[in-house]
T-cell receptor, first 116, second 113 residues
Framework: NAGVTQTPKFQVLKTGQSMTLQCAQD?????MYWYRQDPGMGLRLIYY???????DKGEVPNGYNVSRLNKREFSLRLESAAPSQTSVYFC???????????????FGPGTRLTVL | DQQVKQNSPSLSVQEGRISILNCDYT??????FLWYKKYPAEGPTFLIS?????DKNEDGRFTVFLNKSAKHLSLHIVPSQPGDSAVYFC????????????FGTGTRLQVTL
């Protein structure tokens, strides 16, 4: 039981390049999330998927797109990377669903992205 | 607008003593609160949580207290151990929003020998 896995662990991009961050969970969770963490700041929600087939914007969605490929996988795409997107990206999953009061999210190990 | 605040960026405590980490929030609609622990180069690990219908929740050495009138929660670690040295984030969520979490900025705890 690996929990939440993310690939790659590290990535360096040049401005304007595109890439996709991959995330998978094996806990049969319904909901999945993408966060970014910047120095001196907490984690901020980029996009989330409450259930398979749905995605919604979080607090900082600009410059990103997501795909909920199936129940296990949730990818984050940067179409044209900018230096402001240099950050550590975390994927998370939870049992989820709407109107859930005590839903706990479990996180992957993160992807460290640098955009030059 | 920072809805969840951790005003102490760092805290140093001796091994065996109590560690108290604090968190304040501004949105009175938050109804579920969580603490996560994070080691360098790893993802956050869930530690303990509390629903807004409670004022205390214990799990071993960890206790979380919630004061809704003051919009304040705290995490107590007793006794503190060197392995507890990490960054601690508090987070809050609203029912009906698919568990979107709002995080504080974190407190770095150093447990010294």
């Amino acid at each position: 039981n690996a929990g939440v896995t993310q690939t790659p662990k590290f990535q360096v991009l040049k401005t304007g390049q595109s890439m996709t961050l991959q995330c998978a969970q094996d806990m049969n969770h319904n909901s999945m999330y993408w966060y970014r963490q910047d120095p001196g700041m907490g984690l901020r929600l980029i996009y989330y998927s409450a259930s398979e087939g749905t995605t919604d914007k979080g607090e900082v969605p600009n410059g990103y797109n997501v795909s909920r490929l199936n129940k296990r996988e949730f990818s984050l795409r940067l179409e044209s990377a900018a230096p402001s997107q240099t950050s550590v990206y975390f994927c998370a999953s939870s049992t989820g669903g709407y109107l859930t009061t005590t839903d706990t999210q479990y996180f992957g190990p993160g992807t460290r992205l640098t955009v030059l | 607008d920072q809805q969840v605040k951790q005003n102490s960026p760092s805290l140093s405590v001796q091994e065996g003593r109590i560690s108290i980490l604090n968190c304040d929030y501004t949105n009175s609609m938050f109804d579920y609160f969580l603490w996560y622990k994070k080691y360098p180069a790893e993802g956050p690990t869930f530690l303990i949580s509390i629903s807004s219908i409670k004022d205390k929740n214990e799990d071993g050495r960890f206790t979380v207290f919630l004061n809704k009138s003051a919009k304040h929660l705290s995490l107590h670690i007793v006794p503190s151990q060197p392995g507890d040295s990490a960054v601690y984030f508090c987070a809050a969520s609203l029912t009906g929003t698919a568990s979107k979490l709002t995080f504080g900025t974190g407190t770095r705890l150093q447990v010294t020998l």
